[in-house]
C-alpha cells in the first residue's frame, strides 16, 4: 500500500522567503508549504527510475525538479504499519503497531503525528484520499488535521459484473469495516476491470479534484498548509478508465522470471496467495496462474499506475498555475512496493526487495537541484525530521521514540552519506518479527520471537549486485558478511511485541 519519493527545485530557483535566515526565525506565513503526495503498493514501476514500461511522463518530469532516492525503503511492508511509521517517525519494532487493525490513539494516546507537529507550527493540515489505513476495524486518526478528512473509496467498481451484480465484496467489507465478523461468505470482487469511464468516475479522480479545490483556497490564506493527498491505484483491484490500459501492450509487459522462493531460505519468509486471493479469478489455492492471468495482472498495475501518474498531473499543474510551487515541498512516496509475481509473490507483506523497495522524489526550492539522483539509502521514517528542518522548524521532540534522520544534508549534496543502511521488519504468525539491514549491496533478515535467545534464531542473507530478486539464502556461505551485518542489527533496540 504505500512508498517514497521526494523532488526539490534546483538552486537556480526562487528560494523559500527567509531561507537566508537562521532556521525557525521566519513567522509562519513565510515558511514553505509542504504537499505530501502518498500512493499506495507503488513499486519504483516508473519512467524516472528506468522502468521503460511505464507511462508515467507527470512524475517523470517532477522527479526532474529535485532528488530521486534510488535507494528508498519503507518500514514494513503493509499498509497501516506503513503510515504509521511515516506519521510517526518511529519503526514499528519501537511502536508495536505492526497491523492493518491497529488503532493509533489506543496504543499511543500521546503520540504527536508529522502533521499535529505542524499543525502547532503555524500550518494549516488536511488530509484527502488514503492517507491513514481506514479498515480492518481501523478508523484512521482524525486528531492529525486541522480539518475533517476527505475520504473517498479504495475498493471500488464501476461494473456491476465485477461484484456478481453489485453485491458487497470481501475487500469492500474490509476496508469499510462492515460485515468484519463474516468475510469470507461473501463474493470475490474482480481483481480488475477496465470501462469507458472518466478519470472522476474512480476515487483517485475526485481526490485529485479536490486537491485543486484545496490548492485554490490556500492560495487565499496567508498561513501556510501541509497537505496530505493520498491516491489508492495501483492498490487492488485494479480498476482504472480503459484509456489507461489502452496505453499497454500487454503482450510486451515483462512478466516474472524467478517464481521460487529463494533457494535454502527459511520457510517462516515465505508466502503465497494472502490479499490477492480475495478477488476474482485468481486461484483460491496455492497453484499456478494461468499466463493470460499473469499478465492481465500485469497490464492492470501498469494501467493503474498511469491512471495514478495522471492524478498527480492534475495536481502539480495547478500548484503551478497558482505560483505556490515556488515556496512548495513536494514529496512523492511510495507506502511499499509490489512483488507482481516475482517469487511467486503477487503483493507486499514480505522481507524482500520487491515489497519494500519504494519510490522517493523529493522537490524543495532552494535546497535541491534539479534532475538530481541518490543513492544514500534512506527510509519513510526519515520524512518527519526531514520536511521539519526544511521548513525551518524545530527537532520534533514528541512522545514517541523517533527512529528516523534528516535528509537534508542529502537533499543539499546528493553525494553525502548519513547512514550506511536502511532497516525494516515483517512479523509473522507466532510472534515471530523478522528484522532487516539493507545495506546498499545485502539485505539480511533474522527471524526471532522479541526476547527469545539469539540461539533460535533464523537467518537469510542476499546479494543484490547484478540481480534485484532475490535467488539464494548465502547466510551459511558468507559468515563474515553476515556477522558485519549482525553487528549493526545489534545496535538496534529489541523488538516489542505484537
Given at each position: ?39 499506495d503498493d507503488l513499486k519504483p514501476a516508473l519512467g524516472c527510475y528506468g522502468d521503460p514500461h511505464a507511462r508515467t511522463p507527470h512524475l517523470d518530469k517532477l522527479a526532474t525538479r529535485g532528488l530521486r532516492f534510488e535507494l528508498a525503503f519503507c518500514n514494513q511492508a503493509v499498509c497501516a504499519p506503513s503510515r504509521f511509521t511515516l506519521m510517526l517517525g518511529a519503526h514499528s519494532t519501537a511502536t508495536g503497531l505492526y497491523g492493518l487493525g491497529n488503532r493509533l490513539r489506543h496504543s499511543h494516546p500521546r503520540a504527536v503525528t508529522m502533521p499535529q507537529f505542524f499543525e502547532r507550527h503555524g500550518y494549516r493540515t488536511e488530509s484527502m484520499g488514503k492517507i491513514f489505513h481506514i479498515g480492518h476495524g481501523n478508523e484512521g486518526d482524525p486528531e492529525s488535521f486541522s480539518v475533517p478528512h476527505f475520504h473517498d473509496k479504495v475498493i471500488e467498481y464501476l461494473d456491476p459484473a465485477s461484484t456478481e451484480g ?333
Amino acid at each position: 500500500m504505500l512508498r517514497l519519493a521526494f523532488i526539490l527545485i534546483p538552486a537556480a530557483c526562487a528560494l523559500f522567503p527567509g531561507a537566508s535566515q537562521a532556521l525557525g526565525d521566519q513567522p509562519a506565513s513565510e515558511r514553505p508549504n509542504v504537499l505530501l503526495l502518498l500512493v499506495d503498493d507503488l513499486k519504483p514501476a516508473l519512467g524516472c527510475y528506468g522502468d521503460p514500461h511505464a507511462r508515467t511522463p507527470h512524475l517523470d518530469k517532477l522527479a526532474t525538479r529535485g532528488l530521486r532516492f534510488e535507494l528508498a525503503f519503507c518500514n514494513q511492508a503493509v499498509c497501516a504499519p506503513s503510515r504509521f511509521t511515516l506519521m510517526l517517525g518511529a519503526h514499528s519494532t519501537a511502536t508495536g503497531l505492526y497491523g492493518l487493525g491497529n488503532r493509533l490513539r489506543h496504543s499511543h494516546p500521546r503520540a504527536v503525528t508529522m502533521p499535529q507537529f505542524f499543525e502547532r507550527h503555524g500550518y494549516r493540515t488536511e488530509s484527502m484520499g488514503k492517507i491513514f489505513h481506514i479498515g480492518h476495524g481501523n478508523e484512521g486518526d482524525p486528531e492529525s488535521f486541522s480539518v475533517p478528512h476527505f475520504h473517498d473509496k479504495v475498493i471500488e467498481y464501476l461494473d456491476p459484473a465485477s461484484t456478481e451484480g453489485g453485491k458487497l465484496t470481501r475487500e469492500e467489507a474490509y476496508f469499510t469495516n462492515q460485515q468484519l465478523n463474516r468475510i469470507h461468505s461473501l463474493p470475490r470482487g474482480a481483481a480488475f476491470e477496465a470501462p469507458e469511464a472518466r478519470d472522476e468516475d474512480y476515487a483517485d479522480g475526485r481526490v485529485a479534484a479536490e486537491a485543486v479545490k484545496r490548492l485554490r483556497a490556500a492560495k487565499k490564506r496567508r498561513n501556510p498548509f501541509f497537505m496530505a493527498v493520498g491516491f489508492v491505484r495501483p492498490h487492488l483491484p485494479f480498476s482504472a478508465p480503459r484509456k489507461y490500459w489502452d496505453q499497454h501492450d500487454s503482450s510486451q509487459l515483462p512478466l516474472a522470471r524467478d517464481e521460487d522462493h529463494p533457494a535454502g531460505s527459511p520457510k517462516i519468509a515465505h508466502k503465497r496467495g494472502g490479499e490477492i486471493a480475495m478477488y476474482s479469478p485468481v486461484p483460491r489455492r496455492n497453484e499456478d496462474y494461468p499466463v493470460e492471468l499473469k499478465r492481465k495482472l500485469v497490464h492492470g498495475y501498469y494501467a493503474s499506475v498511469s491512471y495514478m501518474d495522471a492524478q498527480i498531473g492534475k495536481v502539480i499543474a495547478e500548484l503551478d498555475r497558482l505560483d505556490l510551487a515556488r515556496n512548495t515541498i513536494i514529496v512523492v512516496w511510495g507506502d511499499h512496493g509490489f512483488h507482481l509475481g516475482d517469487l511467486g509473490i503477487w503483493t507486499k507483506h514480505t522481507n524482500y526487495e520487491q515489497a519494500n523497495r519504494i519510490p522517493l522524489l523529493l522537490v524543495a526550492p532552494g535546497v535541491t537541484r534539479a534532475d538530481t539522483v541518490t543513492r544514500q539509502l534512506a527510509e519513510s521514517v526519515d520524512l518527519f525530521p526531514t520536511l521539519a528542518e526544511l521548513a525551518g522548524l524545530p527537532a520534533p521532540e514528541v512522545p514517541q521514540p523517533l527512529s528516523g534522520k534528516s535528509l537534508v544534508p542529502v537533499l543539499k549534496d546528493p553525494a553525502r552519506r548519513i547512514r550506511d543502511h536502511a532497516f525494516h521488519c515483517y512479523p509473522r504468525k507466532g510472534g515471530v518479527i523478522g528484522r532487516a539491514i539493507r545495506t546498499e549491496r545485502y539485505r539480511m533478515v533474522e527471524w526471532k520471537k522479541p526476547g527469545a535467545p539469539a540461539g533460535t534464531a533464523q537467518y537469510e542473507l542476499y546479494d543484490y549486485r547484478g540481480h534485484p530478486v532475490e535467488q539464494r539464502n548465502l547466510a551459511q556461505e558468507q559468515g563474515e558478511v553476515l556477522a558485519r551485518l549482525k553487528g549493526i542489527l545489534a545496535r538496534y533496540p529489541e523488538a516489542v511485541g505484537r
